[in-house]
């Protein structure tokens, strides 16, 4: 009676134990964007859209072992003073070139979105997102159209990745 | 009492099995990393440029009278020349390649409702428009004259014309009106 109850504690601390396992045991990895980002510059007279620029390699990495999706969003922000702010109406962008684990036909992609307000960018939407997919995200920007020559303007797109279950 | 403890240790495995394989979607959460690109622009100097449709219409009347307002346009000045400067929009007659000319005294332009683009333009109310004014010579319609005239700025015209009073019925008359822009300094 003794022995089995036991066997009984021990079972069930066993079962504790595997239940409390960290998640790392199970090899669970995290959902990550990197890319190589940078700097550009360019000359333009106001009011006229540029030529694509700023093109920006993302890579996303998804090995959280689900079956869940992503979404890769630009946001823009002004730049840091004395630079003058483009502001997002001034600012659009297009993504493309996917390639890797998930498949074209599965990211859908924007073409010359403007970042008035964040903007999902690449989105695996209710497909899968697991894997290593890449794309090429490229902007085009307008200087505002009262601007004088030699004023400069900027801004700061940032992109981050979210899960879309 | 043994069958009742074995049946507690199924039930208490099948528990912790259950726990274990709990589908992982439970532990997907947002994601981490970001990216980030700097974009400078500078400005260059662009151009000094007016557009507009353009009109032609015709109309019959009387002679020496004139008729309403006809020959709408909207004409657009985008001035992206990076510069203070101002603008003045100017109306020439000339007669027509064909036919009898008006002559630029039966021809008079107006110009009115200045609207700058959302954009950025020039306010209506540093813009000089002018009333029922008579071609005979180049007629500025439109100026914004020291103040700035950067952005792009809209403004309709409109003409009114008379046929001479000695026409005969059944002539035919015309003319045209050309608007350009040029910098004011």
């Known amino acids: 009676m003794r022995r089995s109850r036991f066997r009984l504690i021990a079972v069930a601390g066993a079962c504790v134990v595997v239940g409390a396992m960290p998640t790392a045991a199970y090899a669970v990895g995290a959902l990550t964007l990197t890319g190589t980002g940078g700097s550009v510059s360019l000359n333009s007279a106001p009011g006229v859209w540029s030529g694509s620029i700023g093109a920006t390699s993302l890579t996303m990495t998804d090995t959280t072992l689900t079956t869940a999706g992503w979404a890769v969003t630009a946001t823009y922000a002004d730049p840091v003073l004395p630079t003058k702010p483009l502001k997002g109406a001034n600012v659009e962008m297009s993504t493309g070139a996917v390639a890797g684990a998930v498949p074209a036909a599965n990211v859908s992609t924007v073409t010359d979105a403007p970042l008035s307000s964040p903007v999902t960018v690449l989105s695996t939407g209710a497909n899968t997102g697991a894997g290593v997919t890449t794309a090429v995200a490229t902007l085009k920007v307008r200087i505002p159209q009262t601007a004088q020559t030699g004023q400069v303007y900027g801004c700061v797109v940032t992109f981050t990745i979210a899960s879309v279950r | ?185």
């Not at chain 2, 990076?82 to 039966?106: K, M, R």
């Not at chain 2, 683009?117 to 109310?125: I, R």
């Not at chain 2, 005979?136 to 103040?147: D, E, H, I």
């Open chain 2, 1 to 185: 009492m043994f069958r009742s403890t074995r049946s507690r240790l199924v039930a208490a495995g099948a528990v912790g099995i259950a726990v274990a394989v709990t589908p992982m979607a439970a532990f997907a959460g947002a994601g981490t990393g970001s990216v980030t690109t700097v974009v400078t622009a500078t400005t260059v100097p662009g151009a000094l440029t007016i557009a507009g449709a353009g009109v032609n219409v015709g109309v019959s009347q009387a002679p020496g009278s004139w008729g309403a307002a006809t020959g709408l346009n909207t004409l657009t000045v985008a001035d992206t020349t990076g510069t203070t400067n101002g603008w003045a929009v100017t109306a020439t007659y000339s007669d027509p390649v064909a036919g009898t000319g008006l002559g630029g005294a039966n021809v008079a332009v107006t110009s009115a409702n200045v609207l700058p683009s959302a954009l950025g333009g020039v306010l209506a109310s540093n813009v000089s428009t002018v009333s029922d004014v008579p071609l005979t010579t180049p007629v500025t319609v439109l100026t914004t004259g020291a103040a700035s005239g950067a952005g792009v700025t809209a403004a309709d015209t409109t003409l009114k014309v008379r046929v001479p009073q000695t026409a005969q019925v059944g002539d035919v008359f015309g003319g045209v009106v050309t608007y350009t822009v040029a910098s004011v300094r």
